[in-house]
């Protein structure tokens, strides 16, 4: 996610520091790789996939309840209340997420005593800007086979647009969930026919969000034949430096014109780890895949 | 004449009594000196006079003697002052106050009964009513009792008594008489026809039973009709009775008074006594002669043997046989060989007969189906027990093995039963009234013969049918009384809701035979579906909530239709009474939602995004949400699909660039 490299430089420096010794004095044909994303980053995206998986599979036993399938989850779950218990949890582990890393980038911006404006609009920040608009015209000319592939800097707008989504999500579900969670202190303030239209907007909503993270994200990150048939950048931290080269030549030129690429290498982790993340990775995928198999049947064959 | 006169008494006299004997002899001895004994001319001199009168109790009667009648009598050769004892030897004119004639001077022993006697003792006491000697036999006038001409000849007796005890008469009137219309009845009965009609005069007549003179009333322990001696009188003429008596007729005495053996007059009432009553009739033991032996058996094998053990703990112990097999005829050399029919229980079980020939399995019979029951199917035949008795196959509990005989899916019942019930048996004991009754032993519990009666079973279709659509809810209530009583205010009850449109009964809901709990998941479940039946729309709605989802997915606990509706006192949102009237619908939203308020009850439990109208925020909320789905998948498919072919094509470079820089690094 959004994190600054300069906080990754002083953050890491240190490691980087003692790694790169022990590189040279053990390893030293080992490649060192590009870190991309902080620790508490990469815990963050695990615990979002836990969570949204999760909430996923709770609700939907809700709305596709005319399935067998959701039958089946239900009971999986412990029944309709230990579902409605299990999604609240996720639901609290989610909005700590969200709130952890709105955290993280107030502790930044003390870091770096930036301003709000400042720290949002930065030149690395993940915040839509103008490039972009380039970016997106060169993209599609690339499509069409009218250009070059566009020099992508640290963030493409895919990912900004997923990113901002979350933000968007966790207002209108977490909201409308709300509701749900508590009708009767709700309806104080609000009307009760707000609890019906909370109930369309929550599902809707939970729908555009799976439906997109588990087809439009995984082809994104995933699925795309480059990088087929997952990439597990996000939980490891680490790309290859040719890799990256190529993935993000702008960043990469400006690190290299500037010096700074050096703090960035890290030594990757052990095939151990790598398998233990992969196998991870396939399981939330699969989860991911068979969720989508799930609306598809829900909505066009057992609709009723 | 007087030596004569003498004579003629030691004659009489001799035969009589021995005491009289000695009071002659003594009158005798006596005769000479005191008693001058005035001839019967002397009398007659006067009293032959038909217009002499004089006084009694200071009224004038007559007294005048037919001398004619008089010598025609039986007590032509006796002299009047033998009789008028008191006036012997006195001198003309004799005084005035003249005591009754002495019938008992020489009819010693009829004066004895008559003293003792109900008649003797009222007169005794006085009574103006109880008559005297002469009332009956007359007083110059009596003939010989052979005499059709007597007063008390055989024939005229009924009319002799009934002079007084006839109805209206003031002795039947005024005293305690406990029989009604003695003369009437006497004369229409079996012994009156004879004597009466027959002129049979050895017939009884009333003092063949009550005794010519020491008539006594049936609750003195000496009377000839005293509940003890009644056998004994009546076997007076039918002295063989109790040797070809050996029936027990009708059973009924037993029920009366278990312990007391029945006198003549518990069946034949006195007065009314006729033949045609009653059957004739063999007794148990003559049957049991043959039929107690185990190896007795039929022309076609079936084995014949009666149980005698068996039979008498029957709740029929008191029946004889010929009360049931009662075409057998005693006058036959094999009495059985009358039995040419199969036992009709409607005899004594007149309506349950009645009942039986009206159901489904009488009706059946009638067209001669071999699958017709008839009553020994159910109840056995020689040895069948009360309901009651908790071995019996109509014991409460024992009911749906009994039915499960036909009706068990397989069985004849079952095989030709077309309509919509199917696995009944099975159903019934796995529904709540089954495990009440077989799994928790409550004898109230319903049983089949609860709801389709015991001897009058009839299809649903048939109107008078206690399963009939109509009359569910009347049979169900005889149980579930409070229930009916909701119903019949509800919504749901032909009295409140006129329409065209099938109004549910309780089968509806419940079913007939799978009828389970309505506080169990099995049911709570399937009451969307049964409402659904009718309410389609409103069914569909439901599931389109939270409550609904959570049903769909099997659980119980979220809010069913009676859980708002009420179950049978469901009536319109408009009545102030509704669970979902305005006063109410807070209320019954709190029965789940503690918390509930008049905004949370605003929530629409039926509410769909598919009714613009009615719901115009639900519709447009799913529309814009359907917008943004739709808009932000299209925009990021085609993104997607536009990549795909690219990103082929750059794996491609990517790899070759990837193996280049290998190759420069090395």
Redesign the interface.
């Known amino acids: 996610m959004e994190e600054s490299k300069s906080i990754d430089m002083q953050k890491e420096e240190k490691i980087v520091e003692e790694e790169k010794t022990i590189e040279l004095h053990t390893i030293k044909k080992e490649k060192l790789q590009f870190q991309r994303f902080t620790r508490l980053n990469r815990v963050l995206h695990i615990l979002m996939i836990v969570s949204f998986i999760s909430l996923a599979l709770t609700g939907m036993?809700?709305?596709f309840?005319?399935t067998g399938w959701?039958?089946f989850l239900?009971?999986l779950f412990g029944?309709?209340?230990s579902a409605g218990y299990i999604h609240r949890f996720f639901a609290v582990v989610m909005v700590s997420v969200f709130l952890t890393h709105l955290f993280d980038l107030f502790k930044m911006k003390m870091r770096e005593k930036k301003t709000w404006k400042g720290l949002i609009f930065s030149k690395d920040s993940i915040m839509f800007n103008r490039n972009d608009v380039k970016d997106i015209i060169g993209t599609?000319k690339?499509?069409?086979?009218m250009g070059e592939?566009p020099q992508y800097d640290r963030w493409t707008y895919?990912e900004k647009f997923d990113y901002f989504a979350v933000f968007w999500g966790i207002f209108v579900i977490g909201s409308t969930g709300l509701t749900?969670w508590f009708?009767?202190?709700m309806?104080?303030i609000?009307?009760?026919?707000f609890?019906?239209?909370a109930?369309?907007?929550h599902s809707?909503?939970a729908?555009?969000a799976t439906?997109?993270i588990f087809?439009?994200h995984f082809?994104?990150t995933h699925l795309?034949?480059?990088k087929?048939p997952m990439d597990i950048v996000i939980f490891s931290g680490r790309t290859s430096l040719?890799?990256y080269k190529?993935d993000r030549p702008a960043e990469y030129k400006k690190l290299v014109e500037s010096g700074e690429l050096e703090k960035y290498l890290v030594e990757p982790y052990p095939t151990i780890v790598i398998r233990a993340i992969k196998v991870f990775g396939w399981i939330a995928l699969s989860l991911g895949f068979s969720i989508i198999v799930w609306i598809i049947y829900a909505m066009i064959f057992a609709y009723r | 004449m007087n030596y004569r006169c003498c004579y003629k008494i030691i004659r009489k006299t001799i035969f009589s009594s021995f005491p009289k004997l000695l009071l002659f002899i003594f009158l005798i001895l006596n005769g000479n000196s005191a008693v001058q004994a005035q001839s019967n001319d002397d009398c007659l001199m006067c009293h032959s006079d038909n217009t002499l009168t004089g006084k009694k109790n200071g009224k004038t009667i007559s007294v005048f003697v037919n001398s004619k009648e008089l010598k025609t009598s039986v007590h032509s050769d006796v002299q009047c002052v033998d009789c008028h004892v008191d006036l012997a030897g006195s001198d003309f004119p004799h005084k005035k106050n003249v005591a009754p004639a002495q019938c008992g001077s020489c009819h010693g022993n009829s004066q004895t009964d008559y003293s003792e006697g109900i008649h003797g003792k009222r007169i005794a006491k006085g009574d103006p009513l109880a008559p005297r000697c002469q009332t009956c036999h007359g007083s110059h006038d009596i003939k010989n009792v052979k005499d059709p001409q007597s007063a008390v000849a055989p024939i005229k007796i009924p009319f002799l008594c009934g002079s007084c005890h006839r109805e209206g008469a003031p002795v039947q009137v005024q005293r305690k008489i406990p029989e009604n219309h003695i003369l009437e009845n006497y004369s229409e009965s079996l012994h009156g026809v004879a004597l009466l009609q027959k002129g049979l005069a050895v017939a009884p007549n009333c003092a063949s039973c009550h005794s010519p003179h020491k008539i006594l009333p049936p609750t003195d322990a000496q009377s000839t009709i005293a509940r003890q001696n009644i056998a004994k009188t009546c076997t007076k003429c039918h002295a063989e009775i109790e040797i070809v008596h050996r029936k027990i007729i009708q059973g009924k005495l037993w029920e009366k008074t278990p312990h007391v053996l029945p006198v003549c007059i518990d069946c034949h009432p006195p007065h009314k006594i006729q033949k045609v009553l009653y059957e004739q009739s063999v007794a148990n033991q003559d049957c049991l002669n043959c039929h107690g032996r185990t190896n007795l058996k039929s022309a076609d094998g079936r084995s014949m043997f009666v149980d005698v053990v068996r039979l008498q703990n029957s709740i029929h112990s008191q029946v004889s046989c010929s009360q049931c097999h009662n075409t057998v005829n005693p006058s036959l050399l094999r009495p059985c060989t009358g039995i040419t029919s199969k036992v009709d229980c409607s005899i004594c079980h007149a309506q349950e007969g009645e009942q039986y020939s009206e159901s489904i399995h009488g009706q059946l019979f009638a067209k001669k189906d071999s699958n017709a029951p008839t009553c020994v199917e159910c109840h056995g035949s020689h040895y069948v027990l009360a309901n009651t008795n908790p071995v019996s196959p109509t014991f409460h509990t024992n009911i749906p093995t009994l039915c499960a005989k036909c009706h068990r899916d397989g069985e004849p019942a079952a095989v030709r039963y077309t309509g919509t019930e199917h696995d009944i048996i099975h159903n019934y004991v796995e529904s709540i009234h089954g495990k009440g009754l077989l799994k928790s032993g409550l004898t109230v519990t319903a049983t089949c013969t609860d709801c389709h009666t015991a001897h009058r079973e009839l299809p649903h279709s048939d109107p008078t049918s206690s399963v009939n659509r109509n009359n569910i809810a009347s049979t169900c209530g005889r149980c579930h009384y409070g229930i009916e009583k909701q119903l019949e205010n509800s919504v749901h009850s032909p009295l409140i809701t006129k329409t065209d449109k099938k109004l549910p009964v309780c089968n509806d809901c419940h079913t007939a035979h799978k009828i389970s709990r309505t506080d169990a998941a099995g049911f709570r479940l399937e009451i969307m579906q049964i409402c659904g039946n009718c309410h389609q729309k409103y069914a569909e709605s439901y599931f389109d909530t939270y409550h609904g989802q959570v049903s769909r997915l099997g659980y119980a606990k979220t809010a069913k239709c009676w859980d708002c509706h009420g179950a049978h006192d469901i009536l319109p949102v408009e009545n102030p009474a509704s669970h979902l009237s305005f006063q109410n619908k807070v209320q019954t939203c709190k029965k789940c939602h503690e918390g509930a308020t008049r905004q949370f009850a605003g929530y629409f439990t039926h509410a769909t995004h598919h009714e613009p109208v009615k719901y115009p925020i639900m519709f447009w909320t799913f529309w814009g949400m359907t917008g943004l789905l739709v808009g932000t998948f299209f925009i990021a498919g085609v993104h997607t699909l536009l990549w795909l072919p690219r990103s082929i094509q750059y794996r491609k470079e990517l790899k070759k660039k990837l193996s280049n820089e290998d190759e420069d690094l090395e």
């Open positions: 036993t809700l709305k309840s005319y959701a039958v239900s009971h029944g309709f209340e599609l690339w499509f069409l086979g592939r895919w749900l009708p009767e202190t309806t104080s609000l009307p009760g026919w609890i019906n239209v109930t369309i907007i809707d909503e729908l555009l439906g997109f087809t439009i082809f994104n795309r034949p480059e087929f040719e890799e190529i």
